[in-house]
Nanobody, 118 residues
Framework: QVQLVESGGGLVQAGDSLRLSCAAS????????MRWYRQAPGKGREFVAA????????SYADSVKGRFTISRDNAKNTVTLQMNSLKPENTGIYYC???????????WGQGTQVTVSS
């Protein structure tokens, strides 16, 4: 049974930093991409950042480029999101997402709350 467990959320002030972590277990994650999504109150989930299996490349939503950094540790099956210079609009529930490169398998974590006060 695949499990994704997020941690690291909390309440911070604008300009502060947070580091989110996601630990994946239950299978091997070869050829799986890892992503973070955010769901703001009353809105749908939106893409934040991705760390791809192939070539260790990454991608980011325009709104977080230069402030957030995603990284993964394939040996430990973890993905982290370092969030700097946080803004109130970064508030939301952050979800870890792991998806096979062929889109056949998709897994979600339970989410971790991030609240940024102004």
């Amino acid at each position: 049974q695949v499990q994704l467990v997020e941690s690291g959320g909390g309440l911070v002030q604008a300009g502060d930093s947070l580091r989110l972590s996601c630990a994946a277990s239950g299978r091997t994650f070869i050829n799986y991409d890892m992503r973070w999504y955010r769901q703001a109150p009353g809105k749908g989930r939106e893409f934040v950042a991705a760390a791809y299996w192939s070539g260790y490349s990454t991608s980011y939503a325009d709104s977080v480029k230069g402030r957030f950094t995603i990284s993964r540790d394939n040996a430990k099956n973890t993905v982290t999101l370092q969030m700097n210079s946080l803004k109130p609009e970064n508030t939301g529930i952050y979800y870890c997402n792991v998806r096979s490169s062929d889109f056949a398998n998709v897994y979600w974590g339970q989410g971790t709350q991030v609240t940024v006060s102004s």
